[in-house]
């Protein structure tokens, strides 16, 4: 059995990115479709979302949705020097960003995102995994794919999406995948029941503790779930003997902080082990075509900042889109302009992510200072505001001199840190648990 489908958009991968670019050119009234190869409900890790991105979800008119499956989280806290811990509420941000931001389960809020793209006139299917595709520019698009019962289906485009995660469909066929040497990871995780929660208004927040090989992530989800993860070094992860969910517990006890906090836990479901080595793509746009989210790019997810920038470029795209299949002659500045707003962002993150776990970086976020509003600017980046504020910018900067000049106080320290680094960066993770899924 074949069929045949014509449309004006095309977008491979149903994940955030590629529903929220599927609503918003539906919304403006192109024919788009949409194939996801999985079936949702489908795990994903990235649970925990930024407050930038509440516009999207208003743009969408998701925001209810998101309201019903989430968590309120007012910040983020640290451990601190003292043995307690450092909150960040995002209501001192300095933009414009929002003073909050949800916890969601991926599984809930990424098939809600998909329903929703068919509530608005996308035509989305599931289990429909495309095989073949070309992009001969604007109006020249040809893809091949098989459904669940391995029938084919032909598609016709005017314009190509890749949203397909770390699958990235395009930047595999045209060979534009580059691994960063320089930040390689693993991640080991699980969900569990009464882990303890901070108090008052901030149970909701996501914590963050760090080891010598890496960093762990707390995030509170509905229904008394916590997920509790470690991202760590591959050299470190490859050392596990034994039941992986052993390893996971034995890893958590390395700091006492958070140990403290699972002393009543019990697990919920299965441990997940994944690899999350750190990439960009080296061009994230062409004639006809265009990537979003981790089909271009992922970094480390210590800033929860994968759905915020997948759905953020989710939301350009289909501007880009939109102008250019009205005016095709504005393709190629369009597309630049997207791609040097986008490589500036993810920068941002990337500065922050590569020395996250370093002495000088755990010193700082330990004992914060506010001159010249530098944290405050801080808690900006955490809110996801990395592309167009000077203000928060401004910070940033200072922020990055601030972490030159303590790194340099110490310079053996800095030392040590530059080799564990390269050490990492030079073993690569293989052999997960978990799918790579459309991001």
């Known amino acids: 059995m074949h069929s045949e489908v014509d449309c004006d958009v095309l977008v491979i991968g149903g994940g955030p990115g590629g529903t929220t670019a599927a609503t918003m050119l539906a919304r403006k009234g192109w024919k788009v479709l949409l194939l996801e190869k999985d ?30 499956l989430g968590v309120l989280k007012l910040g983020a806290d640290f451990e601190a020097s003292d043995g307690n811990y450092q909150t960040y509420h995002f209501r001192r941000a300095l933009g414009s960003s929002p003073p909050h931001a949800w916890q969601v389960r991926r599984d809930e809020f990424d098939r809600m995102l998909f329903e929703h793209a068919r509530e608005q006139g996308v035509d989305a299917r599931e289990q429909v995994k495309v095989v073949a595709a070309e992009a001969r520019g604007i109006d020249s698009i040809h893809a091949t794919a098989h459904d669940a019962e391995g029938r084919q289906v032909t598609v016709r485009a005017r ?23 320089r930040h390689q990871s693993a991640a080991i995780f699980a969900h569990f029941h009464d882990v303890e929660l901070r108090p008052g208004e901030d149970a909701g927040n996501i914590s963050i503790y760090r080891f010598d090989h890496g960093w762990s992530w707390f995030i509170p989800l509905r229904e008394g779930i916590m997920s509790v993860g470690c991202v760590c070094s591959p050299d470190y992860l490859k050392q596990r003997k034994g039941e992986t969910g052993s390893f996971l517990m034995a890893t958590l006890a390395q700091m006492p902080e958070a140990w403290q906090r699972m002393q009543h836990a019990r697990m919920v479901g299965e441990v997940r082990v994944t690899g999350n080595y750190s990439y960009t793509c080296s061009r994230m746009a062409g004639p006809g075509w265009i990537m979003v989210g981790d089909a271009w790019a992922f970094v480390d997810p210590v800033f929860s900042s994968g759905v915020f920038l997948a759905m953020d470029g989710g939301l350009r795209a289909a501007e880009v889109i939109d102008a250019t299949l009205r005016e095709p002659v504005l393709e190629a500045v369009l597309q630049r302009s997207m791609a040097k707003r986008r490589r500036r962002g993810v920068r941002v993150f990337s500065w922050f992510i590569y020395r996250f ?44 001199l601030i972490y030159t000049f303590v790194s340099l106080m110490s310079p053996l320290r800095w030392l040590a840190d530059l080799g564990r680094r390269r050490r990492g960066s030079q073993v690569a993770f293989s052999g997960g648990t978990t799918p790579v899924d459309p991001a």
Not at 159 to 177: E, H, M, N, Q, W
Not at 369 to 382: T, Y
């Open 159 to 181: 314009y190509l999406v890749d949203a397909s995660g770390r699958d990235t469909f395009l930047g595999s066929k045209l060979k534009l995948k580059r691994k960063n040497p």
């Open 39 to 68: 079936q949702h409900p489908r795990f994903h890790i990235g649970e925990s979302l930024l407050p930038c991105n509440l516009p999207i979800f208003d743009a969408l008119g998701v925001a209810g949705k998101v309201r019903e």
């Open 357 to 400: 776990n370093s002495p000088a970086m755990r010193e700082m976020f330990a004992q914060p200072r506010n001159d010249f509003r530098v944290e405050d600017g801080v808690i900006s980046m955490l809110a996801g505001d990395v592309f167009d504020s000077r203000p928060v910018m401004l910070r940033v900067y200072l922020f990055r």
